[in-house]
């Protein structure tokens, strides 16, 4: 700092340096405010350019809907036909035609013009309320370009406002009072005519700002605003790169673009139907998320206000919806509170990808507690604090002293795993609920269809609220038993919360056994193999094969990835053989081994085929770089395609996901199908056959001699699987 030489304050050479330092104060202090106010700003800007973008999709809409559709909405008179032959086609056409127009169409008066204009406004407010805004990467027009870089600019705001906004408005509440003080310095004529007490006042104000000026935090503070300033600049992106990160990374766009407040999701759902007084209590909760890099949508910081105010609870959201980005929200809010220890206990197979999302989404350190070098990351964990991983088979296992360690949080993610109170892993799950100050059990599994289940998870937390559950509310309908149990559990829908997730295209590729295939599917129910008969569809030169052939070229064609599931090993040898794929996920397949096969396959341009088991593949990882998604053969619970299917159709899908359902006719799958739908096995073949018998006299009716064992059930499914094909083929 360069010394003050002259206290009288007549030097010219001081008012320029103290006009200098004044400059360069406000400055800064003007910048910080406005990079303080960039998110707010920047929101505004985003929400403004949705509602036309979202009106432009309104207007779509209405000029591709005839104006016949608005027959229902009027009169029996009203000449629709006089004005579609003059030219007024589409509900929009009314719209936008004034009066006097639509009245010199012959045969149209004011009455007519009044009803069809009520009709269109009608439609109009209808399609209004239903369009949901959603970015659609095939169409990277100008204005959905300048949308994207108006949320990266706001996800860059925010991330500079949590990280700069302490050391800013420290800054400008040290120097505003200096600043205001050293101000008379910059003036040779008021320092002039000031009084020496108050000369020397604003000559130690300057003097403290410089000091200021110079200091490293200062400087680095002055570089970090630099540095940001370009970042939150909606202009400085480039359309290409843009482009490239929302493919990338559309969970993290769209999750900007929930919070502009464009088309606030319904409350009620986005909170899980919990009761208002509760409510209150929960979102009266300010959430920290200083250690948390993600953005957070509305519901998943409600899901994280749940679980901090209810402290023992049960996320139940649909697969997709984020669990874990809210329990990293949680974690990282009792961090900045103080805690300092976490543990997280989940299936081998997603426990690397634990460790990978809280690094990518929090600041906080994670130690893996499983294989040879547990025991040194233990330590490393009880010395250093942070997010233990963990297995269920590893929990019981780890040494005392990690155990029975003082833990703030313990997450327990796929929690149906301990249903069975009697299993070892459930007990030691027990144990560590017991012990900790606080638990959460993550399951995507509706738990309103299975109430034992459920009592005992609840059980494990709120012992007191399982022995209250009751039966009937879970009959009375999902939102029932959820405001029933809302003290222990909370669960959103995608179909409520995720408004810009494309759609799911569901079909089923029913296919006929060949003469060759209809030999050895007899072969294997004669012998009766059920996993033979569920693979006999699918083999080299199988007519199943043959449309996964055509699915992968078309996809091809389009530059879509391609997600292939089925159960056996030999299936997915034959399609690694008949196709160029990134590779194979299977349960032999170690965890790291399986992200970096996932990492490939959606860093890969364009058009990939990624083969997997359905029970390695369709738990635990994130997969929504496909739009294609195949399941070579029904799987026996539902559960486990949806779990499958919700790899894909998740948050971050940026494009319609079509699922295709390979199914053979006259075979196993058909059963399979029907317990799949809880029909009764065989209704659809004994349907038939009695139409058959009402028109030839010659037929035999074997719904006759149906099988007793087929509705009994007391009898293992698979065995009347067994049964029903064994009686449709002869060979009981």
């Given at each position: 700092?360069?010394?003050?030489?002259?206290?009288?304050?007549?030097?010219?050479?001081?008012?320029?340096?103290?006009?200098?330092?004044?400059?360069?104060?406000?400055?800064?202090?003007?910048?910080?405010?406005?990079?303080?106010?960039?998110?707010?700003?920047?929101?505004?800007?985003?929400?403004?350019?949705?509602?036309?973008?979202?009106?432009?999709?309104?207007?779509?809409?209405?000029?591709?809907?005839?104006?016949?559709?608005?027959?229902?909405?009027?009169?029996?008179?009203?000449?629709?036909?006089?004005?579609?032959?003059?030219?007024?086609?589409?509900?929009?056409?009314?719209?936008?035609?004034?009066?006097?127009?639509?009245?010199?169409v012959p045969g149209v008066g004011a009455q007519t013009v009044l009803e069809v204009r009520r009709a269109a406004r009608t439609v109009a407010v209808q399609v209004q309320r239903d369009v949901r805004f959603r970015i659609d990467p095939d169409r990277r027009d100008p204005a959905q370009t300048h949308l994207i870089a108006a949320l990266a600019a706001t996800r860059a705001a925010d991330a500079a406002s949590a990280a700069l906004r302490e050391p800013l408005e420290t800054f400008v509440s040290r120097t505003g009072p200096l600043a205001a003080e050293a101000d008379r310095?910059?003036?040779?004529?008021?320092?002039?005519?000031?009084?020496?007490?108050?000369?020397?006042s604003a000559l130690d104000a300057l003097a403290r700002l410089e000091a200021i000026l110079v200091e490293p935090a200062v400087r680095g503070l002055h570089d970090a605003v630099a540095a940001q300033e370009r970042a939150v600049d909606p202009a400085s992106y480039e359309s290409g790169a843009l482009w490239n990160e929302y493919l990338q990374n559309a969970a993290g766009i769209n999750a900007v673009l929930s919070t502009v407040g464009a088309a606030p999701p319904d409350d009620d759902a986005a909170r899980g139907f919990v009761a208002e007084e509760l409510?209150?209590?929960?979102?009266?909760?300010?959430?920290?998320?200083?250690?948390?890099?993600?953005?957070?949508?509305?519901?998943?910081?409600?899901?994280?206000?749940?679980?901090?105010?209810q402290e023992r609870s049960i996320l139940g959201d649909e697969m997709g919806l984020g669990k874990t980005v809210q329990a990293l929200a949680v974690l990282a809010h009792l961090a900045a509170k103080g805690q300092r220890r976490f543990?997280?206990?989940?299936?081998?197979?997603?426990?690397?990808?634990?460790?990978?999302?809280?690094?990518?989404?929090s600041t906080l350190a994670t130690h893996m507690l499983h294989g040879a070098g547990r025991d040194d990351a233990g330590r490393r964990w009880l010395r250093e604090g942070g997010v233990a991983v963990t297995t269920f088979g590893t929990l019981a296992r780890l040494p005392a002293a990690v155990r029975e360690a003082d833990v703030a949080m313990l997450v327990v993610d796929e929690a149906h795993y301990v249903k069975n109170p009697d299993a070892a892993r459930s007990q030691a799950i027990a144990a560590a609920v017991g012990r900790a100050q606080r638990a959460l059990f993550l399951t995507g599994t509706p738990m309103e269809n299975r109430v034992e289940e459920f009592r005992t998870l609840v059980n494990?937390?709120?012992?007191q609220v399982a022995r209250n559950i009751d039966p009937a509310d879970a009959v009375a309908g999902a939102n029932v038993f959820r405001r029933a149990v809302a003290p222990v559990y909370l669960r959103r829908n995608q179909a409520d919360v995720l408004t810009e997730l494309p759609e799911k295209i569901e079909t089923e590729a029913w296919v006929q056994f060949g003469d060759g295939e209809v030999a050895t599917y007899?072969?294997?129910?004669?012998?009766?193999?059920?996993?033979?008969?569920?693979?006999?569809?699918?083999?080299?030169?199988?007519?199943?094969?043959?449309?996964?052939?055509?699915?992968?070229?078309?996809?091809?064609?389009?530059?879509?990835?391609?997600?292939?599931?089925?159960y056996f090993l030999a299936a997915l040898e034959t399609c690694a053989r008949e196709f160029s794929v990134v590779g194979t996920i299977t349960g032999s397949v170690p965890p790291a081994a399986r992200q970096e096969l996932v990492g490939e396959f959606a860093a890969r341009p364009g058009h990939a085929v990624l083969l997997s088991q359905i029970e390695a593949g369709g738990v635990g990882m994130n997969l929504q770089a496909a739009s294609v998604v195949?399941?070579?053969?029904?799987?026996?619970?539902?559960?486990?395609?949806?779990?499958?299917?919700?790899?894909?159709?998740?948050?971050?899908?940026?494009?319609?996901?079509?699922?295709?359902?390979?199914?053979?006719?006259?075979?196993?799958?058909?059963?399979?199908?029907?317990?799949?739908?809880?029909?009764?096995?065989?209704?659809?073949?004994?349907?038939?056959?009695?139409?058959?018998?009402?028109?030839?006299?010659?037929?035999?009716?074997?719904?006759?001699?149906r099988p007793e064992a087929l509705d009994d059930d007391s009898v293992p499914m698979e065995r009347r699987v067994l049964l029903a094909e064994q009686h449709r083929l002869g060979l009981s």
């Open positions: 700092m360069v010394e003050l030489s002259d206290r009288s304050g007549q030097d010219g050479g001081t008012n320029r340096r103290a006009r200098a330092t004044l400059a360069a104060v406000r400055d800064l202090a003007e910048r910080a405010t406005t990079l303080l106010a960039a998110p707010a700003v920047l929101r505004d800007s985003a929400r403004r350019q949705v509602e036309v973008l979202t009106a432009g999709q309104v207007s779509d809409r209405l000029r591709a809907t005839p104006i016949t559709a608005l027959r229902e909405l009027v009169g029996r008179g009203v000449r629709l036909g006089a004005l579609q032959q003059a030219g007024v086609a589409t509900v929009a056409d009314v719209l936008a035609a004034p009066d006097h127009r639509l009245q010199q310095a910059a003036s040779r004529w008021s320092m002039l005519f000031s009084r020496r007490r108050t000369k020397d409510r209150q209590r929960i979102t009266a909760i300010p959430l920290d998320l200083s250690h948390l890099k993600a953005t957070l949508r509305g519901y998943q910081v409600f899901g994280a206000q749940y679980a901090i105010h543990v997280v206990v989940c299936p081998a197979s997603v426990q690397i990808n634990w460790v990978k999302e809280t690094a990518k989404h494990y937390l709120q012992p007899r072969d294997a129910v004669q012998r009766r193999n059920l996993q033979a008969m569920r693979q006999a569809g699918f083999g080299p030169g199988s007519a199943k094969l043959e449309r996964l052939r055509e699915i992968v070229e078309e996809a091809a064609q389009d530059g879509m990835k391609v997600l292939v599931f089925s195949v399941l070579i053969e029904p799987q026996w619970k539902p559960s486990t395609e949806d779990q499958a299917i919700a790899r894909a159709h998740r948050m971050g899908q940026v494009r319609t996901v079509q699922v295709h359902r390979l199914l053979a006719k006259d075979s196993i799958d058909e059963r399979i199908r029907e317990i799949q739908d809880n029909k009764r096995l065989l209704f659809d073949h004994f349907a038939r056959r009695s139409e058959a018998k009402e028109s030839d006299s010659r037929s035999v009716d074997t719904a006759l001699h």
